[in-house]
């Protein structure tokens, strides 16, 4: 009988500490989201060589979050919420034109967003296949999207950005799954900080492709 009130407890403690590291990584992504507005707000008016310089130091600070959630989470968060300020800095002007050029396009960008990162992420949540594989196999063709990129901009390709976008959304729709599936396997509460930071930059990417896509279309 101990046997099973043990299992049971160490259940329960786990399904608590599960709940726990959801709403706390959750609540890490809204503030970083908020923050990013906040970023991308002030750097309206933004020159491309201080967004490229904004972009370069957010990088950096994804860098230092690695090191600092070794040490202290509320570190690591911090640098999380200027991550958040700088790649809405680095984001913001090309914000700017699609607000002035086709401003119908941020909004259905933002609303596919939130039914995409629902969907895909409910999804990854749920299951219980172990999606490792499928998230090494979509870094690899994130690498891939990366170079068609750079081949796109010198070379002419017919729907080049469709293709780009398009693949994009597919190499993120897995992204996301396996960053939910984290978020639900994870043991210690840590891990929120770096887990916000991947889920958040799903939910930016995402955005950005739909929002190439949208524009296209309009």
């Known amino acids: 009988m ?103 396009a941020l909004w259905q960008a933002g609303g596919a967003t939130a039914l995409f990162i629902g969907g895909f992420g409910a999804a990854g949540y749920a299951t219980r296949r172990d999606l490792s594989m499928l998230a090494r196999l979509c870094f690899l063709a994130l690498i891939a999207l990366i170079v068609f990129g750079i081949v796109a901009i010198f070379v002419r390709i017919p729907h080049g950005s469709l293709i780009y976008s398009v693949a994009g959304l597919v190499i993120f729709a897995g992204l996301t799954m396996f960053d939910f599936q984290r978020l639900r396997r994870s043991k210690g509460l840590g891990s929120a900080p770096m887990i916000a930071a991947s889920i958040f930059l799903d939910v930016l990417n995402v955005f950005l492709f739909f929002l190439r896509i949208f524009a296209r279309s309009n």
Do not use: K
């Open 2 to 104: 101990s046997e099973f009130v043990s299992y049971g407890v160490a259940g329960t403690a786990t399904r608590d500490r599960t709940r726990t590291l959801f709403g706390q990584t959750m609540g890490y992504v809204a503030v970083t989201a908020a923050v990013f507005a906040l970023g991308a707000y002030l750097g309206r008016n933004l020159s491309h060589g201080w967004a490229i310089g904004s972009f370069i130091a957010a990088f950096a600070c994804l860098i230092g979050m690695n090191f600092a959630v070794r040490w202290s989470e509320p570190m690591a968060a911090g640098l999380l919420f200027v991550f958040g300020v700088l790649i809405g800095l680095a984001v913001a002007p090309t914000l700017v034109y699609y607000a002035s050029a086709n401003p119908q």
